[in-house]
């Protein structure tokens, strides 16, 4: 294993997480609902009237918060290593265990871990799982 020392970047890793945690206590305490990313993007399009506005300025705070951070600093480059087919195949896999798994990453990872749901636990483990037999599969196995 190498670790590129490079890119290792301590402080802002840490002011990214310290920022994620006070803008999901935020709106629960603001919304009273958790900040499941998947379920504000979803319910963007079926939601009520009364509630298409939190939920557009959510998605829009998503879209403009790298715009902000790159005045602070430059935006790394972005590197896929993969063609398009094996995206859309992630893409959809993806979608698929967010709704099996009743909700995503964020929501499970983030703010369920935090408020010790049994429930998100055991789904964030699964998580993690399935991205290193991913890992394994694809890097070890396949190339």
Excluded: Q
């Excluded at 979803?42 to 403009?64: E, H, N, Q, T, Y």
């Amino acid at each position: 294993m190498t670790i590129y020392w490079a890119n290792f970047t301590p402080w802002s890793t840490l002011a990214g997480g310290i920022l994620i945690g006070l803008a999901t206590a935020m709106f629960l305490l603001i919304n009273c609902r958790i900040a499941v990313i998947s379920g504000i993007l979803g319910g963007l399009l079926r939601s009520a009237k009364s509630d298409i506005g939190c939920r557009a300025a959510f998605v829009a705070g998503l879209i403009i918060s790298p715009i902000v951070f790159s005045v602070a600093a430059p935006l790394p480059a972005v590197k896929i290593d993969a063609d398009a087919a094996s995206l859309i195949i992630a893409g959809l896999l993806v979608e698929i265990g967010t709704r099996y798994g009743s909700g995503c990453t964020s929501g499970h990872g983030v703010c369920g871990l935090s408020r010790r749901s049994p429930r998100s636990m055991l789904a964030t483990a699964l998580f993690m799982v399935a991205g290193f037999v991913s890992v394994f599969i694809t890097h070890h196995l396949m190339s």
